[in-house]
């Protein structure tokens, strides 16, 4: 056996409903998901799908507070529906798509929104606005064994108590199914990947001290503080 030069990592894992733990390998995010929240961005809302990513050390579980990251002025919410990828797959079929998901969470795909600007402005990519430390929390893994396939329910984020974002899953311009063939096409998905599907409109700025709760009837909820 190999000696390793340091330790690794230990696996990033979230929780699953009524026991277990799901391996994180990767975290892909849909961009633009939601017209309301694209026309929001000044974007068109016609574009196919484009993804970015998030390394898996970012997501955070358990309710845990988020550190307010450095660098920025302008840390942003979205609150997302995540699918736990748990079958591997290329090129997948729209109609086969869902047979590869192990289950689905609630996430906040956190961004510094005034480096996401200057990066786009500069025609840069937007890793450092969206794969800092700490920029993905995700709430528990609930199996689609248990709860299937929802289609549509109400989304909604939270902060102090006061709503921010509200839309509906039947909102989204690609389904999920749409979604994993896309990024399938590009990619060789595993179990163990998390896709983030995109925000609804109402995204704002939160600071130290604010609470944020993340809720998708029927699947659950993600809850963290800025600290």
């Known amino acids: 056996m190999a000696d390793f030069l340091f330790e ?10 009524r026991g277990g733990l799901f391996a994180v390998r990767r975290v892909y995010c849909v961009g633009r998901n939601y017209a309301e929240h694209i026309r929001e ?18 997501v955070v579980v358990g309710g845990a507070a988020m550190p307010y990251p450095p660098q920025t002025g302008d840390l942003q919410h979205e609150v997302e529906l995540v699918v736990a990828i748990g079958r591997d797959g290329a090129g997948i079929a729209p109609g086969q798509a869902l047979d590869h998901v192990y289950g689905y969470a609630v996430g906040l795909d ?12 500069a025609g840069r990519p937007w890793e450092m606005a969206k794969g800092f430390d700490h920029s993905a929390p995700i709430g528990t893994i609930e199996p689609a064994s248990a709860i299937g396939h929802p289609g549509r329910g109400a989304i909604t984020l939270r902060v102090n108590g006061d709503v921010r974002q509200q839309g509906d899953l039947a909102e989204q311009i690609w389904t999920v199914g749409e979604a994993i063939a896309h990024l399938s096409g590009l990619v060789t998905l595993r179990a163990g990947d998390l896709i983030m599907t995109g925000t609804p409109a109402g995204v704002g ?19 963290t503080t800025i600290r």
């Open 110 to 121: 956190m961004t510094r929104r005034d480096l996401q600007g200057a990066a786009k402005k």
């Open 41 to 58: 961005m000044g974007n068109d809302e016609r574009e196919p799908p484009f993804f970015f990513a998030k390394p898996a050390d970012a």
């Open 8 to 17: 690794p990592p230990a696996p990033v894992s979230i929780p699953i409903a």
């Open 205 to 223: 700025a939160v600071v130290r001290g604010d609470v944020l709760e993340g809720s998708i009837e029927g699947i659950g909820t993600v809850r």
